[in-house]
């Protein structure tokens, strides 16, 4: 069985210059609502970062590029690219009448963070989460007798003790073999004051043809998370975990580029979710 992993990095890559792409696009800087949701032209959307549009493949993907930076759009698709990774968006790209529009709401809570990520502090205290543990295996390798319980708390005290190494303080969810409910896990992060909570799991799947790394953040208010195809009604209530909107995705993005540079694995994307732990 292949796994999935998720791994914790602090630094960031920085991505190689990226001239303009050519093709002539289409545009039109104004607000428009389809299907309930505000959009706004593309290139209209993140003129401010210094990008400009311009087709890949005409009517199909639109490359905005410029100061370094890329991100690659698809009409009709919720996963785009930044810099090459996959970052998958709570609304589709749609193209109407020659234009390309992505959601008002996509710009402000995924796009903005991270094309210009605004100041901020150091982090001192860093809550690891080792996923599952005690009556909770979470998922096994029959073959090779290996219970996810075990990889995360394993991993978990590697990587307290690289970031201990590194001057930040941390403290782990779980030490042991012992059950912890996703509530006290997160309750422990807010009791402690921590700075950062990096919840770690070993998915599996039936697939064998599936691999790589995924990073899961905060799904911000009236947005959908990855895996819903549709609208859900708890898309419009505000958690805790939404105050930090910005920074959950920047934190995820610079993870998630850490972890397919250094481990030359398959990115599966930078998502978003509603999890307990993320809540």
């Given at each position: 069985?292949?796994?999935?992993?998720?791994?914790?990095?602090?630094?960031?890559?920085?991505?190689?210059?990226?001239?303009?792409?050519?093709?002539?696009?289409?545009?039109?800087?104004?607000?428009?609502?389809?299907?309930?949701?505000?959009?706004?032209?593309?290139?209209?959307?993140?003129?401010?970062?210094?990008?400009?549009?311009?087709?890949?493949?005409?009517?199909?993907?639109?490359?905005?590029?410029?100061?370094?930076?890329?991100?690659?759009?698809?009409?009709?698709?919720?996963?785009?690219?930044?810099?090459?990774?996959?970052?998958?968006?709570?609304?589709p790209v749609l193209l109407r009448n020659g234009a390309v529009y992505v959601s008002r709401g996509e710009v402000g809570k995924r796009v903005a963070p991270?094309?210009?990520?605004?100041?901020?502090?150091?982090?001192?205290?860093?809550?690891?989460?080792?996923?599952?543990?005690?009556?909770?295996?979470?998922?096994?390798?029959?073959?090779?007798?290996?219970?996810?319980?075990?990889?995360?708390?394993?991993?978990?005290?590697?990587?307290?003790?690289?970031?201990?190494?590194?001057?930040?303080?941390?403290?782990?969810?779980?030490?042991?073999?012992?059950?912890?409910?996703?509530?006290?896990?997160?309750?422990?992060?807010?009791?402690?004051?921590?700075?950062?909570?990096?919840?770690?799991?070993?998915?599996?799947?039936?697939?064998?043809?599936?691999?790589?790394?995924?990073?899961?953040?905060?799904?911000?208010?009236?947005?959908?998370?990855?895996?819903?195809?549709?609208?859900?009604?708890?898309?419009?209530?505000?958690?805790?975990?939404?105050?930090?909107?910005?920074?959950?995705?920047?934190?995820?993005?610079?993870?998630?580029?850490?972890?397919v540079d250094n481990l030359g694995a398959a990115d599966r994307g930078l998502k978003r979710a509603r999890f307990v732990v993320l809540q």
């Open positions: 069985m292949r796994r999935l992993v998720l791994l914790l990095a602090l630094a960031a890559a920085c991505p190689a210059a990226t001239p303009p792409p050519k093709g002539a696009v289409k545009t039109v800087p104004v607000g428009v609502r389809f299907n309930g949701v505000d959009y706004i032209e593309a290139g209209a959307a993140v003129e401010r970062f210094g990008l400009k549009p311009g087709w890949l493949a005409v009517n199909k993907t639109l490359r905005l590029a410029g100061n370094g930076r890329r991100f690659d759009l698809v009409v009709d698709k919720r996963e785009g690219k930044l810099d090459g990774l996959s970052v998958f968006l709570g609304e991270l094309l210009s990520p605004r100041p901020g502090v150091r982090p001192r205290l860093i809550v690891i989460d080792p996923g599952h543990g005690g009556s909770d295996p979470g998922a096994l390798n029959a073959a090779l007798k290996i219970q996810e319980k075990a990889q995360t708390l394993a991993l978990a005290r590697v990587v307290a003790k690289k970031l201990s190494a590194l001057g930040y303080r941390v403290r782990l969810t779980r030490s042991a073999d012992d059950t912890v409910a996703l509530e006290r896990r997160a309750e422990l992060a807010s009791r402690v004051r921590a700075d950062l909570f990096v919840s770690l799991h070993f998915n599996a799947t039936a697939s064998a043809g599936v691999s790589g790394v995924e990073t899961y953040s905060m799904t911000p208010r009236n947005q959908r998370s990855t895996r819903y195809d549709k609208p859900q009604k708890g898309d419009a209530f505000a958690h805790p975990g939404n105050l930090n909107d910005d920074w959950n995705i920047l934190l995820a993005h610079r993870i998630q580029r850490r972890l």
